[in-house]
């Protein structure tokens, strides 16, 4: 779902953000993203698990760098807390925060 949202957001798959690092940083997510469903579904849990912390935590500062001090040459969002794509955006990786977090210490007690 926060591959879904990014790419949406930055207008699809072979679109690219400007400034190009922002576009750059939207492809990596998007290949974390899958990259955790794929581990997840392989039965790699623990490194699913810490590498979905992440893929939460990255957008969500990404967020509130973006809406409040800006980032190097990108103020297109600058005091947009409330931009729709970016609320939905927020509740999927802040529930993705939520749950990755005890599964990974869940499957860290569980293997050591």
């Known amino acids: 779902m926060v591959a879904t949202v990014h790419v949406v957001d930055q207008g699809g798959i072979t679109a690219t953000r400007d400034p190009h690092y922002i576009g750059v940083a939207y ?3 998007e290949v974390a993203a ?28 990404g967020y509130i760098l973006s809406r409040g001090p800006g980032l190097p040459d990108y103020r297109d969002d600058m ?13 999927v990786e802040g529930a993705l925060l939520l749950l990755s977090i005890p599964l990974f210490f869940h499957s860290w007690r569980r293997r050591t």
Do not use: K, Y
């Open 27 to 29: 492809h990596v997510l």
């Open 34 to 61: 899958v990259l955790v469903a794929v581990l997840l579904l392989i039965g790699r849990v623990r490194l699913g698990w810490l590498l979905a912390v992440g893929v939460a935590v990255g957008p969500l500062l």
């Open 79 to 91: 005091g947009n807390w409330t931009e729709p794509l970016g609320l939905v955006s927020l509740a």
